[in-house]
């Protein structure tokens, strides 16, 4: 598995392109919203000669799925999400102007649903679909075995744990699914989280303190 972060937006959210030795590619989380971000982008993947096969969201709050339009058009390939979070579509517009953004586009809707125990396939790997509601109602954690990693998205981060105050989170939720779906999992799994720098089950079970 090789695998390139992007920063993206005023959030400082990470976009995460993943590939193997065959070229195919997918792409978790894009949050390009400048256009020098949906550029660095593109010609990441152009120089590389990746095949993008799937556009992938962890969940759909707007620092993670502003460029979700743009790459669905580029690569004519469909959304996939949880369609829990399908409110965060419909209500994109709005979700922009509660953080002081400008709604720059149009939203992308979901074309093909993850479930829970959905397998994404793409080239030689596999990313297992796991569903940790707490932060947004739909929050899905990305799941490679076979490369000891995860995407986390915003349900788990170094030190910390998503925010459970947005509209159809709840903070009782996340700690249980985090403690019963991801703490269950090899401690050298790697966490590559929605914000910030990567860590792994093992450090966060000893270490985070919303868990000690």
């Known amino acids: 598995m090789k695998i390139k972060r992007f920063e993206f937006n005023a ?6 392109v993943v590939w193997d030795e065959t070229g ?3 792409i978790i989380d894009p949050g390009c919203y400048y256009e020098e971000e949906r550029l660095a982008l593109t010609g990441f993947i152009t120089d590389l000669g990746l095949r993008v096969c799937h556009l992938l969201n962890t ?5 993670h799925s502003f460029g979700n339009a743009f790459v669905a058009k580029t690569y004519n390939i469909v959304l996939e999400a949880n369609q829990a979070d399908e409110y965060w579509i419909e209500n ?3 979700q922009s ?6 709604w720059n586009g149009q939203a992308q809707p979901i074309g093909k649903l993850l479930h829970d125990g959905d397998v994404v396939k793409f080239g030689n790997m ?3 679909v796991i569903h940790v509601p707490g932060h947004s109602p739909g929050s899905i954690v990305f799941y490679c075995a076979a490369d000891h990693c995860m995407f986390s998205g915003d349900v788990l981060f170094q030190g910390s744990i998503g925010r459970a105050d947005l509209t159809g989170g709840n903070f009782d939720d996340l700690i249980d699914k985090i403690c019963s779906r991801l703490f ?3 401690n050298d799994t790697i966490v590559y989280p929605g914000h910030g720098a990567p860590t792994t089950i093992g450090i966060e ?3 985070n303190p919303f868990f000690r």
């Open 24 to 26: 195919d590619a997918v």
């Open 205 to 207: 079970k000893a270490e």
């Open 92 to 94: 994109a517009p709005k």
């Open 97 to 102: 102007r509660m953080f002081g953004f400008q």
């Open 126 to 128: 596999q990313f297992e």
């Open 11 to 16: 959030f400082s959210e990470n976009c995460y």
């Open 184 to 186: 269950v999992l090899p």
């Open 59 to 63: 969940h759909l709050h707007l620092d």
